[in-house]
């Protein structure tokens, strides 16, 4: 199969990568005409991903009409408030056919879309039963090395998602399948915002109790919020939702984790972003979650506290005060005395 990958990030790059290794031709796009010299002459994303070694089926391309052309599979794989832009400067050059595989996770910070839906409204709806996602716990440094890893691959086609497993797997890389597309993108966009409350809390020099708390009832305000838009619960408990939270929240790779631990050390936002090379998808997501919240009448307590920290200058201390103080109720609704 012909693969393009459109976005020479790390997450970009490593899917060629992955692709590549198991004798996949693919065409990477890449925006910046000073990484893609990089690239050519070193075979290495010293940028993104640095100190792995490109194979020669990876071909990078400045030129977007180049990277799509006669291609059967194409991966989207830039931040996601790129989405939109990317996706409108593809349109009339994706090749009829041809799959589309967002790798993208977040949501649109001012409509609050997801990235499928931001896709459908620049592609056209009949563009959907080609749409796939894919979301999981998806470290790029660790693909880009051959370490053993799992992801899911959602559509509401199954032909598509089988498409983009059989496309995608490999011996170290193992795609499952999941028909329940808002469910595996709410995962992957929503576990960004608890990474950062994860990261604040070992920032403050806090306990592995509060983590655990914070990540259990994180899960809990995900799993709330994504069947208020239509996912299934069960979703939430797979590699999409509880396999990512949980390496988002502990992981060294994790720039949400970092940003959050640098936010706990008593760092200011705009600096710790702007000393970043990458994007912390969890910031933009909280202000589109917590809108969402209040939209749906969803409860999301942990969401509403970190927007607060990170956007009204709310103290994390007085933060964690607060939610420990909240009236008390039942663990699960459904379970009460």
């Given at each position: ?12 790059t ?11 031709q ?44 006669e ?46 839906q ?28 051959g ?32 028909p ?77 984790r ?12 705009g ?21 969402l ?15 607060r ?22 663990e ?6």
């Open positions: 199969m012909r693969v393009a990958v459109i976005g020479a990030g790390g997450w970009g490593a899917l060629a990568i992955s692709l590549a290794g198991k004798g996949t693919v065409n990477l796009w890449v925006r910046n005409s000073a990484l893609y010299k990089t690239i050519v002459l070193k075979r290495v994303n010293e940028t993104y991903l640095p100190g792995v070694k490109l194979p020669p089926a990876v071909r990078p391309t400045l030129e977007l009409a180049e990277a799509l052309q291609r059967e599979m194409v991966i989207l794989a830039v931040p996601s408030h790129g989405v939109r832009d990317t996706a409108r400067a593809m349109r009339g050059l994706l090749p009829p056919q041809s799959i589309l595989v967002c790798a993208a996770k977040g949501l649109e910070e001012n409509s609050y879309l997801r990235m499928s931001v896709l459908e409204q620049e592609l056209g709806p009949s563009f959907a039963p080609r749409l796939a996602v894919i979301s999981g716990p998806n470290h790029a440094e660790e693909v880009s090395r370490i053993p890893t799992a992801t899911v691959a959602a559509s509401t086609s199954g032909d598509t998602a089988r498409l983009v497993q059989e496309a995608l797997t490999s011996p170290s890389f193992r795609v499952y399948t999941n329940d597309l808002i469910g595996v993108e709410m995962g992957g966009a929503l576990k960004n915002i608890i990474a950062l409350g994860a990261g604040i809390i070992e920032g403050l020099g806090l306990g592995d109790n509060t983590k655990a708390a914070l990540v259990t009832r994180g899960l809990v305000e995900m799993t709330r919020l994504g069947t208020a838009l239509g996912a299934r619960a069960r979703t939430f408990t797979g590699l999409s939702g509880l396999g990512d939270l949980y390496v988002t929240c502990s992981s060294v790779h994790s720039r949400n970092y940003v959050g631990l640098q936010i706990g050390q008593g760092k200011i936002l600096e710790i972003l702007a000393g970043m090379k990458m994007v912390a998808e969890g910031v933009h997501t909280t202000r589109a979650a917590w809108a919240s209040r939209q749906t009448g969803v409860e999301m307590p942990i969401t509403g506290e970190i927007y920290v990170l956007f009204e200058g709310k103290s994390p201390r007085a933060a964690i005060e607060e939610l420990m103080q909240r009236s008390t109720k039942p699960m609704e459904e379970i009460a005395f």
